[in-house]
């Protein structure tokens, strides 16, 4: 998606996953999970109580058709999540841009004391943090930090299912790794087909056969 010739920040994430992906669903319109819209709905409560009836009234005003078997996963959230103690948001819904960079993004939480937290509707992984979340963390510190002037070390990466929050100290080949797909992004808008990755994940890709064809070889060849 462009947001005036800037590169959303998801949009680095979905060609990270596979540039070739990303091309092909270039134009297809942004939908959000259902699953995603109950953790972010329950992420405007982290530090209050969690009230399961209230979180659930606001789910169905969000998204009145939503399947009512998801109350339960809301239920599971709120149990995980109240394992943990959680910091209030000063401010919710941040939306962050870095002109040098040519990235836009939006930040779930940020803190008093200046830290953020973006929401995450998966588990958490037993150390650390995906690959995705930490060029999504690099990404808004790239533009935390043209907007704030002062270097962003990191951020939270809430994991909503699993009431776990993990800091993640962004690291230089984060950054690089911003840089890349970017330059990536900037090929694909001029048109030319990305190449398919050699590490992108085809056997769960409902492309596979489309890539096969194109691409003249079998994916599995390859693998
Ligand atoms: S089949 Fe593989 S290369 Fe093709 S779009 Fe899917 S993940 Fe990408």
Same mark, same amino acid.
């Given at each position: 998606?462009?947001?005036?010739?800037?590169v959303?920040?998801?949009?680095?994430?979905r060609?990270?996953?596979?540039?070739?992906r990303?091309?092909?669903?270039r134009?297809?319109?942004?939908?959000?999970?259902d699953?995603y819209?109950?953790?972010?709905?329950?992420?405007?409560?982290l530090? /209050?109580? @969690? !009230?399961?009836?209230?979180?659930?009234?606001?789910?169905?005003?969000?998204c *009145?058709?939503?399947?009512?078997e998801l =109350? /339960?996963? @809301? !239920?599971?959230?709120i149990?995980?999540?109240?394992?943990?103690?959680?910091? *209030?948001?000063?401010?919710?819904?941040? =939306?962050?841009?870095? !002109?040098?960079?040519?990235?836009?993004?939006?930040?779930?939480?940020?803190?008093?004391?200046?830290?953020?937290?973006?929401?995450?509707?998966?588990?958490?992984?037993?150390?650390?943090?995906?690959a995705?979340d930490?060029?999504?963390?690099?990404?808004?510190?790239f533009?935390?930090?043209?907007?704030?002037?002062?270097?962003?070390?990191?951020?939270?990466?809430?994991y909503?299912?699993?009431g776990?929050?993990?800091?993640?100290?962004?690291?230089p080949?984060d950054?690089?790794?911003?840089?890349?797909?970017?330059?990536?992004?900037?090929?694909?808008?001029?048109?030319?087909?990305?190449?398919?990755p050699?590490n992108?994940?085809?056997?769960?890709?409902?492309?596979k056969?489309?890539?096969?064809?194109?691409s003249?070889?079998?994916l599995?060849?390859?693998?």
């Amino acid at each position: 998606m462009e947001y005036g010739g800037h590169v959303a920040i998801s949009d680095l994430v979905r060609v990270q996953t596979c540039p070739v992906r990303f091309y092909y669903e270039r134009n297809d319109p942004f939908t959000e999970s259902d699953r995603y819209m109950i953790c972010k709905q329950l992420s405007y409560h982290l530090g /209050s109580s @969690l !009230e399961p009836e209230m979180i659930w009234d606001e789910v169905l005003s969000v998204c *009145p058709g939503i399947d009512p078997e998801l =109350r /339960s996963f @809301l !239920e599971t959230c709120i149990a995980s999540c109240n394992n943990t103690v959680w910091k *209030p948001a000063a401010q919710s819904d941040v =939306r962050v841009i870095s !002109e040098k960079h040519g990235i836009v993004g939006m930040v779930d939480r940020i803190f008093d004391n200046g830290a953020f937290s973006i929401i995450r509707a998966v588990g958490a992984i037993p150390f650390g943090t995906f690959a995705a979340d930490r060029l999504r963390v690099a990404g808004i510190a790239f533009c935390l930090e043209e907007m704030i002037g002062n270097e962003v070390i990191g951020g939270h990466v809430e994991y909503i299912p699993d009431g776990v929050s993990r800091f993640h100290t962004v690291q230089p080949r984060d950054r690089r790794q911003v840089l890349a797909t970017l330059h990536k992004i900037r090929e694909i808008r001029k048109g030319e087909l990305p190449r398919h990755p050699l590490n992108a994940p085809c056997n769960r890709c409902r492309y596979k056969e489309r890539c096969e064809i194109s691409s003249g070889r079998r994916l599995s060849d390859l693998l």
